[in-house]
């Protein structure tokens, strides 16, 4: 491999793969919701850029990173733009074949960067690459069913990104764009084996755009292994078993994705492995470790730890939420990093569900507190004592639910922070828009169940899209009478920002409703059994003021202060 070539020349003649310690495939493609500024968008921006340009000199594409082993050049630094590149030149090939039959030139190209009736030129880590060729190099796959991880998502997404900007392009323009990829420059660097090659990846990560610690990690556990491993078998066993935990890591990560971010459950599982909650730099703490004598002991019992906190989650995020109303509750909350060290905890003791669900609640009523009061208070300095004596010897879940009751009854001065009378002066503030919408989802379930054992509650995502409504908008409607009392200084400081005055509906019942007359809103409020009762609320007469504002919310609040 020569040290300056070209694009079509690094390809061509080669095998090139993503070793396992890589990162898997994280660039994203633009949402058509979102003005954000996405990888390969900047990607195929830049080579519009250059053809429209009269640049002389050929397209630069950076420099790569290559180990060479068992006939195969690993990539070390630059996956990342070789697997958009192989993304691109597919998508690009199988919009030039759709206009006409491919020349022998391009034919040749396409042997040279893609693949030859036995070899294909490029392939990703071992977990993604059955979808990156069916869908992407064969395209024999046409559909995004079964992608058992984030990145797969993400390689489907940009082929199709690309196909989507190509397809509608000329002849003449895709066959520049052609060019200009194949014949860009390139430069290129060998290493001599995979210790150095892990020692690349981590130098070369840790001065450019940063993996994931999760990434970093899996690296220095391998090179670590190669380092102190007792011999070539030693070595082989505990590199494979690594591979074999971290390919269980990115499934379940597909499952989870955007749920929670893999680096937390790096750092809950260190918090659940050394049984603190004070555990907050997992790299520093990594670092330490491996550092130590026994650190192959640690590699092996740490990994497997990882899996099964990765594997844990995927069940209590996508499985047990979907099956559980108050794992489903305390998910859609949010903001529950807390909770999940206790979480991983009772899945490691085989806890029931039951169990676990009640765990829910309780930390579920907690966090709103924290969240409504908006004390600066630490809660984690308050529960680590019954965290650390939550043990495999002690598995005991009442502990844990007596000290968080504790702390909502409290009134000494160390935890009175987050107490019932905190609590009922918070819930008569104005309160953020996103809690608020949780709050109302949990007074439409006590509506719906009428006090009723084995109600069956309404799922949040059962609301198309909701929002807030200001029953009472915040802007007095011009058109008078318009139904909403005077809006004199107290009406508008006191009135409008309370949950007696906010509604949960969906996001098109919100759009429809707007600025009109009360008499006018109160008409469309027939979907919600909250919205229902605003007509109740109202009497005889539509008119919805002060007064009708304070019966609404002191029941909201009743309700609250018994759930919470």
Same mark, same amino acid.
């Given at each position: 491999?020569?040290?300056?070539?070209?694009?079509?020349?690094?390809?061509?003649?080669?095998?090139?793969?993503?070793?396992?310690?890589?990162?898997?495939?994280?660039?994203?493609?633009?949402?058509?919701?979102?003005?954000?500024?996405?990888?390969?968008?900047?990607?195929?921006?830049?080579?519009?850029?250059?053809?429209?340009?009269?640049?002389?000199?050929?397209?630069?594409?950076?420099?790569?990173?290559?180990?060479?082993?068992?006939?195969?050049?690993?990539?070390?630094?630059?996956?990342?733009?070789?697997?958009?590149?192989?993304?691109?030149?597919?998508?690009?090939?199988?919009?030039?074949?759709?206009?006409?039959?491919?020349?022998?030139?391009?034919?040749? !190209? @396409?042997?040279?960067?893609?693949?030859?009736?036995?070899?294909?030129?490029?392939?990703?880590? #071992?977990? #993604?690459?059955?979808?990156?060729?069916?869908?992407?190099?064969?395209?024999?796959?046409?559909?995004?069913?079964?992608?058992?991880?984030?990145?797969?998502?993400?390689?489907?997404?940009?082929?199709?990104?690309?196909?989507?900007?190509?397809?509608?392009?000329?002849?003449?323009?895709? !066959?520049?764009?052609?060019?200009?990829?194949?014949?860009?420059?390139? $430069? $290129?660097?060998?290493?001599?084996?995979?210790?150095?090659?892990?020692?690349?990846?981590?130098?070369?990560?840790?001065?450019?755009?940063?993996?994931?610690?999760?990434?970093?990690?899996?690296?220095?556990?391998?090179?670590?292994?190669?380092?102190?491993?007792?011999?070539?078998?030693?070595?082989?066993?505990?590199?494979?078993?690594?591979?074999?935990?971290?390919?269980?890591?990115?499934?379940?990560?597909?499952?989870?994705?955007?749920?929670?971010?893999?680096?937390?459950?790096?750092?809950?599982?260190?918090?659940?492995?050394?049984?603190?909650?004070?555990?907050?730099?997992?790299?520093?703490?990594?670092?330490?470790?491996?550092?130590?004598?026994?650190?192959?002991?640690?590699?092996?019992?740490? $990994?497997?730890?990882?899996?099964?906190?990765?594997?844990?989650?995927?069940?209590?995020?996508?499985?047990?939420?979907?099956?559980?109303?108050?794992?489903?509750?305390?998910?859609?909350?949010?903001?529950?990093?807390?909770?999940?060290?206790?979480?991983?905890?009772?899945?490691?003791?085989?806890?029931?569900?039951?169990?676990?669900?009640?765990?829910?609640?309780?930390?579920?009523?907690?966090?709103?507190?924290?969240?409504?009061?908006?004390?600066?208070?630490?809660?984690?300095?308050?529960?680590?004592?019954?965290?650390?004596?939550?043990?495999?010897?002690?598995?005991?879940?009442?502990?844990?639910?007596?000290?968080?009751?504790?702390?909502?009854?409290?009134?000494?001065?160390?935890?009175?922070?987050?107490?019932?009378?905190?609590?009922?002066?918070?819930?008569?503030?104005?309160?953020?828009?996103?809690?608020?919408?949780?709050?109302?989802?949990?007074?439409?379930?006590?509506?719906?169940?009428?006090?009723?054992?084995?109600?069956?509650?309404?799922?949040?995502?059962?609301?198309?899209?909701?929002?807030?409504?200001?029953?009472?908008?915040?802007?007095?409607?011009? $058109?008078?009478?318009?139904?909403?009392?005077?809006?004199?200084?107290?009406?508008?400081?006191?009135?409008?920002?309370?949950?007696?005055?906010?509604?949960?509906?969906?996001?098109?019942?919100?759009?429809?409703?707007?600025?009109?007359?009360?008499?006018?809103?109160?008409?469309? @409020?027939?979907?919600?059994?909250?919205?229902?009762?605003?007509?109740?609320? !109202?009497?005889?007469?539509?008119?919805?003021?002060?007064?009708?504002?304070?019966?609404?919310?002191?029941?909201?609040?009743?309700?609250?202060?018994?759930?919470?």
């Amino acid at each position: 491999m020569n040290p300056s070539t070209t694009v079509q020349n690094m390809l061509a003649n080669k095998r090139i793969v993503v070793p396992a310690y890589q990162r898997a495939y994280s660039w994203e493609t633009p949402n058509p919701t979102s003005t954000r500024t996405t990888q390969t968008d900047v990607f195929l921006s830049d080579l519009e850029d250059y053809r429209t340009s009269s640049a002389r000199s050929p397209y630069y594409f950076g420099h790569f990173l290559f180990e060479e082993k068992d006939g195969k050049y690993q990539v070390i630094d630059g996956q990342q733009r070789l697997t958009t590149l192989t993304l691109f030149l597919s998508a690009l090939f199988k919009c030039l074949k759709a206009l006409r039959p491919l020349s022998e030139t391009e034919q040749a !190209c @396409y042997a040279d960067v893609i693949r030859t009736p036995h070899v294909i030129r490029f392939n990703t880590v #071992d977990y #993604d690459n059955r979808v990156f060729i069916d869908y992407v190099i064969d395209q024999v796959k046409v559909d995004h069913g079964g992608l058992s991880t984030s990145s797969s998502l993400r390689i489907v997404n940009a082929f199709d990104y690309f196909n989507d900007q190509l397809k509608h392009k000329p002849e003449a323009y895709l !066959c520049r764009m052609l060019d200009i990829v194949c014949q860009a420059a390139c $430069t $290129t660097h060998r290493v001599q084996d995979e210790a150095e090659a892990i020692q690349m990846f981590i130098f070369q990560n840790n001065r450019g755009k940063r993996p994931s610690n999760l990434e970093v990690v899996k690296a220095q556990f391998m090179y670590a292994v190669h380092l102190r491993g007792q011999d070539d078998d030693h070595k082989e066993m505990l590199i494979s078993e690594i591979k074999d935990r971290f390919e269980q890591i990115y499934k379940s990560i597909a499952s989870i994705d955007y749920r929670i971010k893999e680096d937390d459950v790096l750092l809950y599982t260190l918090r659940v492995q050394f049984n603190s909650l004070w555990e907050s730099d997992s790299l520093d703490k990594i670092d330490k470790l491996l550092g130590q004598d026994d650190s192959l002991v640690f590699i092996r019992e740490f $990994t497997q730890a990882l899996a099964a906190s990765f594997l844990h989650l995927c069940n209590f995020f996508v499985a047990h939420e979907k099956k559980h109303f108050a794992i489903h509750s305390l998910v859609m909350l949010g903001g529950i990093g807390i909770v999940l060290p206790f979480i991983i905890k009772a899945y490691n003791f085989k806890l029931p569900m039951p169990e676990i669900e009640s765990l829910c609640e309780a930390f579920e009523g907690l966090i709103v507190r924290h969240r409504l009061i908006g004390t600066r208070a630490d809660i984690t300095s308050r529960i680590s004592h019954v965290y650390e004596r939550f043990t495999a010897q002690n598995p005991q879940i009442e502990p844990i639910l007596t000290r968080i009751n504790q702390l909502k009854i409290a009134e000494d001065p160390w935890t009175a922070y987050w107490n019932n009378e905190n609590l009922r002066v918070a819930l008569n503030r104005e309160i953020h828009h996103s809690t608020a919408k949780h709050l109302l989802w949990k007074y439409e379930n006590h509506l719906n169940s009428g006090g009723q054992q084995g109600y069956n509650p309404r799922r949040y995502d059962a609301i198309e899209k909701p929002e807030l409504e200001h029953i009472a908008p915040t802007t007095e409607p011009k $058109t008078k009478p318009h139904g909403y009392g005077k809006y004199d200084d107290t009406f508008v400081s006191e009135y409008l920002n309370c949950l007696g005055n906010y509604l949960l509906l969906s996001k098109p019942h919100n759009c429809s409703v707007g600025n009109i007359a009360f008499s006018k809103k109160l008409l469309s @409020y027939t979907y919600l059994t909250q919205q229902r009762e605003i007509a109740e609320l !109202c009497g005889d007469k539509p008119l919805w003021g002060k007064r009708a504002i304070d019966r609404r919310h002191e029941r909201i609040v009743d309700v609250l202060m018994e759930q919470l």
